[in-house]
């Protein structure tokens, strides 16, 4: 058969996506292929769980737009399917002078971006929230909230199911040709026909963009971010969500302490290049693949301007000693003894060819094929609303059906 939409890759995105086309279109016809033997084995499967609020991002952005409306989406999604959450509110500490401005930089964006009960926190009032944090300032941010999202995309998968879609697992997705005008998308086991693609493939979306456009501008620059755990007798140090200020030329929050929804406390996640795209320990390294990384002009221009950044961080990653100081600009009773090893997660951050580290959502139209570029942090808490444009964007080619589309960068 001829599937109306294909969409490729099982992590929050592909699965949001496939869920909103299914819910709001359900006369189409839609396969699912993940590589993997199980559905968010990668990025939806190693995040910090947390709901952003939308407080950092540039107003007008479709990170701002897409987090403040997939946080509503989301509580509405969680309510109506009894997916546990819960709004705890964090609080974004500064700890030197010289992050004041940025600290207030920060509640001006969250103000524009519509978010209320915002709160600037002197010294002594941070201590209300947080006991054992030291700083000169703060924001207490009410909307932020914890979450598994493993659990809402196996949601998502149960209601796309419920609709028919199909998902198929373990269907790695290796070419896409062009077979007049429909598109034959190839597995490692078999071939699909389908009008349109859907690319969530995270941290491989380039390499599947490339099968249909060569000339891609993008690609993917793995970051591993580490955890430590916080052992179980000093998880008091940690209430809630403590952050520190974010340098405003990284796209990385920093360090920071998240009390998971399943219990436990972690600190972490850093940033450090990871040998290979879904390089999980300091040990897995895939020649090719960190070849590829090393030859893209954009990440040698990365690499130049950010390189003392980028240092100080593979030195937290090597250096427990390290990472804890870092840890201890926020709590200073916080002791190495207190870090168990725990996880690891690696992010998928685009990197265009003149070295910019896109900090905005990237989706990317052609004529068959609908490409998510970059979606990283917070494309979990924004799932529905991204999967929303999508089926919105799919819908239209059905609609409009052979008009062209030019290519078009959203
Ligand atoms: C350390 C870390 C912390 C984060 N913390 C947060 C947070 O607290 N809050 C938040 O909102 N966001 C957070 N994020 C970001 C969030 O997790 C991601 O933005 C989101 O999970 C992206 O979802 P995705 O579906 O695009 O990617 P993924 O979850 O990576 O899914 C992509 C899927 O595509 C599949 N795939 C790849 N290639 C192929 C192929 N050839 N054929 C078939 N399938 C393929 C993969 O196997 C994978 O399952 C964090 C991310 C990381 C890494």
């Known amino acids: ?19 909103k086309i299914k819910e709001k279109h359900p006369q189409l016809s839609l396969a699912l292929l993940e590589k993997e033997n199980q559905l968010s084995l990668h990025q939806t499967g190693h995040n910090s769980g947390v709901i952003h609020s939308g407080i950092y991002y540039k107003p007008g952005s479709l990170k701002a737009l897409n987090c403040i409306r997939g946080y509503q989406m989301l509580l509405a999604f969680c309510e109506q399917h009894g ?8 609080i974004i500490v500064a700890t030197a002078p010289e992050e004041i401005p940025q600290l207030e930089k920060i509640l001006d964006r969250g103000q524009q971006n519509g978010l209320t009960g915002l709160k600037r926190l002197s010294q002594e009032a941070l201590k209300e929230y947080e006991p054992h944090v030291q700083g ?41 040709q062009d077979n007049s005008g429909i598109s034959r998308v190839i597995t490692t086991h078999r071939q699909y ?3 349109l693609v859907v690319n969530c493939a995270g941290l491989y979306s380039d390499k599947i963009a490339r099968l249909t456009q060569q000339k891609l501008n993008v690609r993917i620059i793995p970051f591993r971010g580490e955890y430590y ?38 600190a972490g ?74 996880g690891a997660g690696v992010r998928a951050q685009a990197c265009d060819r003149e070295g910019g580290l896109l900090d905005d959502f990237m989706i990317l139209e052609e004529e068959k094929a609908v490409h998510v570029c970059n979606a990283p942090s ?33």
């Open 1 to 19: 058969m001829t599937y109306d939409i294909i969409v490729i890759g099982g992590g929050i995105v592909g699965l949001a996506t496939a869920w």
């Open 83 to 90: 997916v546990p959450y819960e709004l705890c509110g964090k």
């Open 136 to 176: 000169l300032e703060g924001i207490f941010v009410p909307q932020t909230g914890i979450i598994n999202y493993k659990t809402v995309a196996e949601k998502y998968a149960d209601l796309i199911r419920q609709k028919e879609g199909l998902i198929m697992l373990g269907e790695k997705v290796i070419d896409i």
């Open 193 to 195: 026909d389908t009008r």
């Open 229 to 266: 755990e916080i052992k179980k007798d000093r998880q008091y140090l940690v209430k809630n969500l403590i952050y520190p200020v974010p340098d405003p030329n990284f796209p990385f929050l920093g360090v920071h302490f998240t009390r998971m929804i399943q219990g436990g406390v972690e």
């Open 269 to 342: 996640p850093n940033a450090v290049l990871a040998f290979q795209r879904e390089g999980y320990s300091k040990s897995h390294v895939n020649m090719g693949e960190l070849m590829e990384i090393l030859a893209w002009p954009g990440f040698q221009k990365v690499a130049r301007k950010y390189w003392k950044t980028g240092m100080g961080e593979m030195y937290r990653s090597f250096s427990k000693a390290a990472f804890t100081k870092a840890l201890q600009r926020l709590i200073p009773d916080i002791r190495e003894e207190d870090l168990l090893p725990g």
């Open 378 to 410: 917070p494309a979990a808490t924004s799932s529905l609303a991204i999967g929303e444009t999508l089926a919105q964007l799919a819908w239209q080619r059905f609609q409009q059906k052979k008009k062209p589309f030019p290519m078009n960068e959203r």
